[in-house]
């Protein structure tokens, strides 16, 4: 249970940075009065989105941390087989990293109200996804072409397992993209809006990028080595 | 007397918030079927929680006729047994009292005791409720399916859960508990960003994280929980899905059922469990914070008396939180683990005792000179103190290994879980409603069938549990569907189960009481007016009672003090509102 609990350590420390900022060493019973600075935000929604999203995206982060802890403690039992990595993963991840990156471009255009460079950087975006969707269906193709069955093998399991929730994360997020293509094209949102959207899709796409890259490095075997080289510094 | 620096004491400006924010509704439909208002989309939750929680409550009246006088009931075969006992659990456990703390009183309170006029994302907290739903018909379905539900013990323990020696484990039974907790899983994520994100961006003018009620405290501190804990389950789900339906081999070793080898090999049965308890423990306190926030408030509004260390309590409530996650395997003593691994879960479950202890001593301390009103909500309330600190007790018996090892599958753990989750959170729950019913429906509940409710579910819930340490140190085996003959059994243990079942049956008879009361009072019940206890706390501040969509007509509310101003000397009422601007100097003020 390693994973979950390092990365709820790291919550725990955001967690405490964040109340010792919100005052818990207040004695409320002895304060009257609203404080000249108290913090209302003047766009509410806009506000509550982003924190949802971060919010979210602990939550998201649970669900793959729990699944890299399963990964982990099953990986030890004896009749583990490695599953070989196809090489059309590394294409899919070049081309998740730049739908990442084509969206930060939207993310700046907006900033910027450059509305073409907008436009072009969000269906980079999503047609980069996509190809990493298709891509990643490939790649089951293949495995299941050279007999890495699912119930073959709980190596093999948990590679569709972990791709497929990946990809189910990133389809969502494709939903919100699609969202926000629309409004980018036919208008009828404040730029503020259309801004806070591409924002959001810009961080998400961020974070599934790093979600991946963890699986790949487990996936591939590098964590396992990087954990081992760690153990042997510190034993 | 401490500095506080405050850049303006006196009248604010009033918050000025456009009313175009909300989505009105305009017809009976949006009203009251598919609204978006936080308050209705609460009542819907209570009132599915409520009814799954009567379907369980005859389910372990079933579970007790058959351990009370076995053989009479023949229609109770082993399988019905343990198919009673399984929904029994997680009906209570997830559909209940998660959907009605955080779905229920969550939406409810959290709007209204912030200061806000809704959730931030209505539409998704919408759907919250209607994704539930669909998890408990998907649930209950499983009644109606063929071979019936799944017998599996509601820990779902594979391999057994998934095999045909087990009623569901090869029929839809299962499958459909699996999937119904995903769903659920997937409908409570969406309610529960809600109320964080509430609580986060939210709050009213002047309200400081410090000035919450406890309530809302609580509540926040277990949904944040649930939102982190919730994804082991839904982990431990999926693969038990694949297991049991694509012939995976996460959970199942290799195994040999009826004389025939199954094609499976390797799995760990023991990762299931870390999954499930890495889940389960932390929903210990998903169902016991929002009830420490809750009766923290009963208390202190019932004795008119401000809480007794309010910080401490909120860093218990935090304390207890980040705490929860590191015990889990102290329900796996017995499974089979490295010693020193029990040495250190024994350790961290006994340090939680410590913020626990906290909470408890500041209930007394709050109460203590108080001027204490015995109304229902307040007795239900006392109640779970006591309810609690016994079955508290009884848990520093089974968090020591030594001491689990043998007690482990014996009555004394069923003793103990229903005593500290199961009893003292459901008094909570009823104070509760007795508490904020009037707020709901402008009515008061009436007070001598509370009464009588509450006098029966409280002592007949000693009678039911109390004995059952006895059996359990007697060593009568839990999960058994009956005992047969066995020598270290005396005749006296079957008495004592007789009586355990008659006072169960009187226990559920007497929730008719409640039900009707809750029925009953919509029509005929004392109009209450907009704050009957006489209570700080913003929700009681409300223009309109019951509140409307939007809850504050024109003006936001501004808060200038925290939420326990009982009783304050030199104040003209024994109770300052929240929103009430300083009159009354800060200094000199000492109280607590």
Redesign the interface.
């Given at each position: 249970m390693g994973s979950i609990l390092v990365f709820l350590t790291a919550l725990l420390v955001v967690a405490i940075w964040w109340l010792s900022r919100q005052g818990v060493m207040a004695k409320p019973w002895l304060e009257q009065g609203v404080a000249a600075d108290f913090p209302v935000p003047d766009n509410l929604s806009s506000a509550a989105a982003r924190t949802g999203l971060a919010v979210f995206l602990a939550v998201v982060g649970s669900l793959f941390a729990l699944f890299l802890s399963a990964y982990a403690l099953r990986m030890q039992l004896p009749d583990w087989r490695d599953v070989p990595l196809p090489g059309i993963l590394w294409l899919n991840t070049g081309m998740l990293a730049l739908s990442s990156v084509a969206l930060q471009g939207a993310r700046k255009a907006a900033r910027d109200g450059e509305d073409d460079a907008l436009k072009l950087g969000l269906l980079a975006a999503g047609v980069t996804a996509l190809a990493f969707l298709s891509g990643q269906l490939l790649a089951w193709r293949q495995l299941t072409a050279e007999g890495y069955f699912l119930a073959s093998n709980s190596a093999n399991a948990f590679f569709y397992v972990l791709t497929g929730l990946h990809g189910l994360h990133l389809l969502g997020g494709l939903i919100a993209l699609a969202r926000t293509i629309v409004k980018a094209w036919r208008g009828g949102t404040t730029p503020e809006g259309l801004r806070l959207s591409v924002g959001l899709c810009a961080t998400y796409w961020h974070f599934m990028l790093f979600v991946w890259l963890v699986l790949l490095s487990v996936l591939a075997g590098w964590a396992a080595d990087v954990i081992d080289i760690c153990r042997q510094i510190l034993s | 007397?401490?500095d506080?620096?405050?850049?303006?004491?006196?009248p604010?400006h009033t918050?000025d918030v456009e009313d175009v924010?909300l989505y009105h509704p305009h017809s009976w439909v949006t009203k009251y079927v598919f609204s978006q208002d936080a308050k209705v989309i609460a009542i819907q939750y209570s009132l599915t929680a409520l009814t799954v929680g009567l379907i369980a409550l005859v389910l372990s009246w079933l579970m007790r006729l058959q351990l009370g006088f076995p053989g009479v009931f023949t229609f109770i075969d082993a399988n019905a047994y343990y198919q009673f006992i399984t929904m029994h659990g997680m009906m209570m456990v997830v559909y209940v009292l998660t959907a009605l703390f955080l779905g229920g009183f969550g939406n409810y309170l959290i709007p209204l005791m912030v200061g806000a006029r809704d959730m931030?994302?209505p539409y998704v907290n919408m759907l919250s409720f209607w994704v539930y739903l669909l998890a408990v018909l998907i649930l209950v379905a499983s009644f109606f399916a063929p071979g019936g539900p799944t017998g599996a013990g509601w820990t779902l323990y594979p391999p057994q859960a998934i095999l045909s020696g087990t009623p569901g484990g090869q029929d839809w039974g299962i499958i459909l508990m699996l999937v119904s907790l995903m769903v659920f899983i997937i409908g409570f994520?969406m309610g529960?960003?809600n109320y964080?994100?509430?609580v986060?961006?939210?709050r009213a003018?002047?309200m400081?994280?410090?000035?919450m009620p406890l309530t809302v405290w609580g509540i926040f501190t277990a949904s944040?929980m649930a939102?982190?804990a919730f994804?082991?389950l839904?982990?431990g789900a999926?693969?038990m899905l694949?297991d049991r339906a694509?012939?995976?081999?996460?959970f199942m070793p290799a195994i040999v059922e009826m004389g025939q080898a199954l094609d499976r090999?390797?799995?760990?049965p023991l990762?299931f469990q870390?999954?499930f308890w890495?889940f389960g423990h932390p929903e210990v306190y998903i169902v016991a914070l929002p009830a420490f926030g809750i009766v923290s408030d009963l208390i202190s509004t019932h004795a008119r008396r401000?809480i007794f260390g309010?910080?401490m309590m909120?860093?218990a409530l935090?304390a207890i939180g980040?705490l929860s996650?590191?015990v889990w395997a102290h329900h796996m003593y017995v499974s089979g683990m490295n010693p020193y691994f029990g040495f250190f879960f024994a350790t961290t479950t006994l340090i939680i005792a410590i913020p626990t202890a906290i909470k408890v001593y500041n209930w007394i301390l709050t109460l203590w000179r108080g001027n204490i009103h015995l109304n229902v909500p307040m007795l239900f309330a006392l109640a779970f103190i006591v309810t609690f600190l016994n079955g508290g007790l009884t848990g520093l018996f089974l968090g020591n290994v030594v001491v689990d090892v043998p007690l482990s599958d014996t009555m004394f753990v069923v003793a103990h879980f229903h005593m500290v989750m199961g009893v003292a959170p459901i008094l909570v729950i009823f104070g509760a409603i007795y508490h904020w019913y009037p707020k709901v429906t402008g009515r008061m509940l009436n007070d001598t069938l509370g009464k009588l409710h509450f006098w029966v579910t409280f002592l007949g819930a000693y009678a039911i549990f109390f004995p059952m340490h006895y059996l359990g140190l007697m060593g009568i085996p839990r999960r058994y569907y009956e005992m047969g003959e066995m020598t270290f059994v005396p005749p006296s243990t079957h008495t004592l189960n007789a009586f355990i079942t008659i006072a169960a049956l009187v226990v559920g008879a007497a929730q008719l009481v409640f039900v009707f009361n809750l029925f009953w009072s919509l029509r005929h019940g004392r109009a209450s007016g907009g704050n009957p206890w006489r209570a700080t706390t913003l929700e009681w501040q409300t223009p309109e009672t019951p509140p409307p969509h939007g809850n504050w007509g024109k003006d936001l509310p501004?808060?200038?003090?925290?939420a326990?101003?009982y009783s304050v000397p030199g104040a003209a009422e024994d109770y300052i509102p929240q929103n009430q601007?300083?009159a009354?100097p800060?200094t000199g003020?000492s109280?607590?």
């Open positions: - | 007397m401490v506080v620096p405050l850049g303006h004491v006196g604010a918050a924010e931030v994302f994520t529960g960003l964080v994100v509430t986060l961006q939210a003018r002047g400081t994280l410090m000035r944040f939102l982190l994804p082991a839904f982990v999926v693969m694949f694509l012939g995976t081999s996460f090999s390797g799995g760990s990762l870390h999954l890495f401000n309010y910080r909120v860093w935090l980040a996650f590191i501004v808060v200038y003090r925290w326990y101003d601007p300083g009354h800060a003020m109280h607590g």
